[in-house]
């Protein structure tokens, strides 16, 4: 969080000195943390309209700022080629108890990024033939968690799962339930997971197999996906979809762009003009629709409930991004209206070793089992550690475990302690002041100042989750967090006979700050902040 109107103090001292004042001064946090709190590049980018080397009109800049420091400033330094670096005194740090307290969770690290611009995020999109298994629940946790931490930062988001109910996998998979009601052998390339017998015993014999196994299958994952704090806006059906005429009204608009032509007897567009490495067919010879027809107006459609389309997909759809964002511009769109995060695999352990069945099915690892072995929180927070492009090591023996060196433990107990702390103040009588009546100055212990470092960071680490599609980025900050507070709280104490009164006002208001951090990054994360564990 950079202080207010640092930026604007370093514009100011460009025409202190004469010169043109920059559109704008972008301020990051040094790579290395000795080099100061904060630092601008303005002097490398500016040099050549201001006709001088970036290094002297640093120092230049630097000298200015030094005779009449922006508030908070301790020393301003040039490092490099021609960086501006700023140290900032404990005052700023104070000032950051102050902003997050009396903004709230409600307010602190909210941004304007997406200016109220609606966002359509596809996640899951699991075929409707069976449960949901492990992999899906690191695509749900993404996504919800990715949602959230837009519509922080400005935007509206539409939560969509696509439901493939057509094709032959359907149909094979209510061939699968008959053929299991009546003790027959399965169809070729039937559906065997010990599941299909289970539903294939509730389905009612008047049942239409297609209908009933549809229902149940989504009932089934909507359940899931319920029980992992997960909703969606909506449930897109492709054969309503295809009933609705949207394939022929589609491949009209691709014919009308100039992007289709026929060879072979097929019809084919030509992606090749957007990049793909080769064009591809969408109504074959037979006169039947690809799979890539009814993919197109899929999209045609969802582009009427968000201006930008995020399609969260598993490891083996790499083959996909060029095509569909060809596409996507055939249709009109920009190349970049369409995202593709790739999520890479979930490997579950158990006594050290790779769980290769479920307890339920036989065959796969259901997402319910690990949502009922762990708790939800648990199962969100475990998914969201690492980036969704790196495989996913989930280890069900740490995650069950109360301990420390377990990370939704860790994150959780932190909150539990700060509320310990609030209820021991209110049984022993202790009264938190008005925050203008306490002096934050007194709060001058390195784990308090650590503890508000941290907390000050929060509006960055959420605009870098949003800007690159980063919920991991949430969750490694309450991690540092947590620990900043179980460090605070171990060294400090807030209520002792050996702490001044004024002390422990301080201390209760940066242990609220700590709180409010805490509840907005679990939140972020679509995880509780328990008062007891």
């Not at 040039?78 to 700023?86: I, K, S």
């Amino acid at each position: 969080m950079v202080p207010a109107g640092l930026a604007d103090a370093v514009a100011d001292a460009f025409v202190a000195l004469g010169l043109e004042r920059p559109a704008t001064v972008v301020l990051e946090r040094p790579r290395v943390a000795e080099h100061g709190d904060w630092s601008t590049n303005v002097a490398l980018v500016s040099a050549k309209a201001a006709g001088r080397a970036p290094r002297d009109l640093a120092a230049a800049l630097a000298e200015r700022l030094s005779a009449e420091p922006p508030p908070h400033v301790e020393a301003v330094e040039v490092a490099g080629p021609g960086f501006v670096n700023f140290r900032l005194r404990r005052s700023w740090l104070h000032e950051v108890a102050r902003i997050v307290v009396t903004e709230g969770e409600d307010l602190f690290a909210r941004l304007d990024l997406g200016k109220g611009e609606l966002w359509n995020v596809e996640f899951v999109s699991a075929n409707p033939t069976g449960p949901l298994h492990a992999g899906h629940g690191r695509w749900a946790a993404y996504g919800d968690s990715l949602c959230r931490v837009l519509e922080r930062c400005g935007y509206r988001t539409h939560r969509e799962f696509y439901v493939n109910d057509r094709g032959v996998q359907v149909r094979l998979y209510a061939a699968s339930l008959v053929a299991r009601r009546l003790g027959e052998p399965l169809p070729e390339d039937g559906y065997g997971g010990a599941y299909v017998a289970a539903w294939a015993a509730e389905m009612p014999d008047e049942a239409d197999p297609v209908a009933w196994g549809l229902w149940k299958a989504h009932t089934y994952q909507r359940d899931t996906l319920a029980a992992m704090n997960v909703v969606f806006d909506t449930w897109s059906s492709e054969s309503e979809l295809m009933a609705s005429g949207a394939m022929e009204a589609t491949l009209a608009d691709l014919r009308s762009s100039g992007h289709v032509y026929e060879a072979d007897g097929a019809v084919w567009l030509r992606t090749t003009d957007f990049g793909d490495d080769k064009d591809r067919v969408l109504v074959k010879s037979d006169g039947q629709p690809t799979y890539f027809l009814p993919d197109i107006a899929y999209h045609r459609d969802k582009f009427t409930r968000g201006s930008h389309l995020v399609n969260v997909l598993g490891a083996d759809h790499h083959g996909y991004v060029a095509r569909m964002r060809a596409a996507v511009e055939a249709l009109g769109h920009r190349a970049e209206d369409l995202e593709i995060p790739i999520g890479q695999n979930v490997v579950l352990l158990r006594g050290g070793e790779e769980v290769k069945l479920s307890k339920r099915t036989g065959d796969i690892i259901e997402l319910l089992d690990v949502v009922d072995e762990v708790g939800a929180d648990a199962t969100r927070f475990t998914y969201l550690l690492q980036s969704i492009d790196t495989k996913l090591v989930f280890d069900l023996d740490v995650v069950t475990r109360q301990s420390m060196d377990n990370p939704v433990f860790y994150v959780q107990y932190a909150h539990a302690r700060i509320c310990s702390i609030m209820r021991t103040a209110a049984e022993r009588g202790v009264v938190r002041r008005p925050l203008a009546e306490v002096g934050l100055d007194l709060l001058v212990h390195e784990r308090e100042l650590e503890l508000l470092r941290v907390l000050g960071e929060l509006p960055d680490v959420v605009a870098e989750a949003c800007v690159n599609r980063a919920p991991n980025k949430v969750t490694a900050w309450v991690r540092e967090l947590a620990g900043a507070f179980h460090g605070f709280f171990h060294d400090c104490y807030v209520m002792s006979d050996t702490v001044a009164p004024e002390l422990t006002q301080a201390r209760l208001w940066l242990v609220e700050a700590a709180r409010v951090g805490l509840v907005i990054g679990l939140d972020l994360l679509g995880v509780s902040a328990p008062e007891s564990m």
